[in-house]
C-alpha cells in the first residue's frame, strides 16, 4: 500500500508541475520549442522517479530474502545426527517386519538446544508396542488426535520418539535410529493424505518420477495402470507441461498411487527380484475421494503390493474390513484393540461400534 501510494503521489506531483509549466508557458512570452522540451522533459522526470522506487523496493524485498535465508541456514538445527549412519541396500526391506516396543512420542519444542522432557497430557503417543508381519495388511483407526498420522510419522522420522525410546524401533532387524534419514524415506513408498507436485510448467515425467529412475515406457505404464492414461495424451506426452490444478481431487490420488507404483516396479528391476517383499505407507488417502476411486485404488495395491506390508490410516471402515487381515484402534495414543476387522465388527468392540454409527462415514466427494 505504502509503494502504490507513492507512485501515485509522484504521478500527482508531476502532472500539477505539468500544469503549473502550461499555465506559466500561456502567461509569459516564451517560444513553443522551449514549452515542448520542457513538457517532454517534465514527462522523463516522473519516469525516472517511478523506476527509482521500483528499484529501490525491488532491492529491498530481495534483501529482505537474502536476510531470512541466512537467518534459516544460521538457526535451524538440520535434523540428521551424526549415528544415523547406517544406508541399506536398495533391495532393503528385504520382508517388512515392523517391531515397535515401548515407544512415546510427543509435538514438543526444543528451546536453545535445551530439551524438556513433555508431560504425560502431552504426548501424542504413549507406551506403544506394536509388532507388523511381513506382508501384513494393517489399518488404523482412532477419533482424530488418537495418534493415527503420528506413527506414520515416527515410522519416516519426521518426527523423533522420546529420547528414552528412541532405540526400539526395528525394521527388518535395523534400527530405525541408526539408519540416514532420507535413505529411509526412499526405501518405504508412502502416499500422503494430500498429493504433492513439482512447481507448475514440470513435466508429467518429472512429476511421477522425480528420482528419474524410471523410463519413459515405466512411466506410461504405471500411469496406465491408474487410469490416467488420457490425462497424458492430453497434455501432449510425458515431456509436456502440467499443474497440479489440471487434475480433480481423485485424479490427484490415483497420480500419488501411479507414482508409488512406478517406484515400487523401479525397484523390483533394480533388484532383478518380481516379487520382494517391501512396506507402503498411507495416510488417509481417502479422504478426498469418492467411493468409487477408493475402491479402484484398493483394487490397484492389492494387485500390485501384494507382497508388501501396509500400514494404512483409514477412516472408511467398509474398506478396511474388506481388504485389510488386521485392524488397531487408537485412542489417546495408545492401542485400545487389536484384531481381524471381521471378527471384531462383531463382538460389539470399539471397532464395532464405529462400524455400527459410521463413526468415520464421509460426505460423499464427487471426482
Known sequence: MIQEWLM??????????????????????????????????????????????????????????????????????????????????????????????????????????????????????????LTITPGQKLAICGRTGSGKSTLI????????????????????????????????????????????FLPDGSSVKSNVDPFAEATDEECVAALATVKLSAFVTDRGGLDAGMSAADLSAGQKQLFSLGRAVLRKRVRDRLTASEKRGGI????????????????????????????????????RLDMVVEYFDRVIVLDQGTVIEDGHPGHLKDNGSRFGELWAHGKYEPREITK
Open 153 to 196: 510419522l515416527l515410522l519416516l522420522r519426521l518426527l523423533d520418539p522420546l529420547p528414552s525410546c528412541g532405540e526400539n524401533m526395528e525394521i527388518d532387524g535395523l534400527p530405525v535410529h541408526r539408519i540416514n534419514r532420507a535413505a529411509l524415506r526412499k526405501r518405504l513408498i508412502a502416499i500422503p493424505q494430500d498429493p504433492v
Open 280 to 315: 507402503l505407507l498411507l495416510d488417509e488417502v481417502s479422504s478426498s475421494v469418492d467411493r468409487v476411486t477408493d475402491r479402484e485404488m484398493q483394487e490397484i495395491i492389492r494387485q500390485e503390493f501384494d507382497m508388501y506390508t501396509i500400514i494404512m490410516v483409514s477412516h
Open 8 to 129: 501515485t503521489t509522484l504521478q500527482l506531483l508531476v502532472a500539477g508541475l505539468a500544469v503549473t509549466l502550461v499555465a506559466l508557458s500561456t502567461q509569459l512570452d516564451t517560444g513553443p520549442g522551449l514549452t515542448g522540451a520542457s513538457l517532454v522533459t517534465l514527462l522523463s522526470f516522473g519516469e525516472v522517479l517511478a523506476d527509482l522506487i521500483r528499484n529501490y523496493t525491488a532491492l529491498e524485498t530481495s534483501i529482505g530474502a537474502v536476510s531470512r535465508l541466512r537467518s534459516f541456514s544460521e538457526g535451524v538445527v538440520p535434523e540428521d545426527k551424526s549415528d544415523e549412519d547406517i544406508i541399506p541396500p536398495p533391495e532393503w526391506p528385504h520382508c517388512g517386519l515392523v517391531d515397535i516396543k515401548n515407544v512415546s512420542a510427543s509435538y514438543y519444542v526444543e528451546a536453545d538446544g535445551d530439551y524438556t522432557a513433555p508431560s504425560h497430557k502431552d504426548l501424542v503417543v504413549k507406551s506403544l508396542s
